[in-house]
């Protein structure tokens, strides 16, 4: 089975200086890398998994958790890889996911955790998603903010379009950027559902220009097709 040991000893000797600057530079210096790029690193994580075999659900969470602390970035993202393996979450699993969403931050984990674990996390227990996400969405942490309006990214039809617009609203005048982004994001994914509702939505409302722009990018383009027809 899959160990932090197989890890560290498969990841180590790929360390690449040059790769490393370039990609610090890219994240604004926030973490520190050891430069082995996304192809690199997924062939390097299934050659791991394939010699050594996958951990099962419970020996994922302590993994996850000691992959997370490690220095280097490239280890939360095989702790992702690792966490997207879970086949069930145990309802107290809310804690982790709040850990890893508020631990080393950026978009770069934080959407992920958002959409694919939050996401998976509340499919099996709805009856946490207003308690959990209620209090997320009015925390002071953004990437908790963040997390409450991308969870349902890829519920399609199932998404609760009330629950997001009331989402929405509460950081409509936010100034953070990344707030304003993940608004526009989970208004365009919807979009691709329900146009007409998304369309009514920010007709009807005052949100930040970026907001606005993002949720209006797929109909905006279905509309720029359909008129050159």
């Known amino acids: 089975m899959i160990t932090s040991e ?25 973490f520190p890398f050891l430069g082995v790029k996304t192809p690199e690193r ?18 994922i969470v302590p993994l996850v958790k000691e992959l997370w602390n490690s220095e280097e970035r490239e280890y939360q993202y095989v702790a992702q890889e690792l966490l997207a393996r879970k086949k069930q979450f145990d309802e107290c699993d809310y804690e982790l996911i709040e850990y890893l969403v508020t631990t080393k931050s950026w978009w770069d984990t934080v959407d992920g955790l958002a959409s694919n674990t939050a996401g998976t996390y509340f499919i099996h227990h709805p009856e946490q998603i207003d308690k959990l996400t209620g209090k997320w969405i009015r925390h ?18 199932k998404t609760d ?18 707030l304003q982004k ?16 998304v369309q009514q939505f920010i007709d009807q409302h005052e949100l930040a220009p970026l907001s606005k722009r993002e949720g209006l990018k797929v109909i905006k383009k279905k509309q720029t097709a359909s008129s050159s027809q």
Do not use: V
């Open 6 to 30: 197989h890890i560290y000893a498969t990841f180590e000797p790929l360390r690449n200086r040059e790769n490393a600057e370039k990609m610090e530079k890219y994240m604004r210096n926030h």
């Open 42 to 59: 997924k062939q390097a994580y299934r050659s791991i998994l394939k010699e050594n075999g996958a951990p099962s659900d419970e020996d």
């Open 140 to 157: 002071d942490n953004k990437w908790l903010n963040r997390t409450a309006i991308l969870f349902q990214l890829k519920y399609k039809e």
């Open 161 to 178: 379009f009330e629950l997001l617009k009331s989402y929405c609203l509460l950081h409509a005048d936010s100034n953070e950027f990344f």
């Open 182 to 197: 993940a608004i526009g994001w989970a208004l365009r994914e919807y979009s691709k559902t329900n146009p007409d509702a």
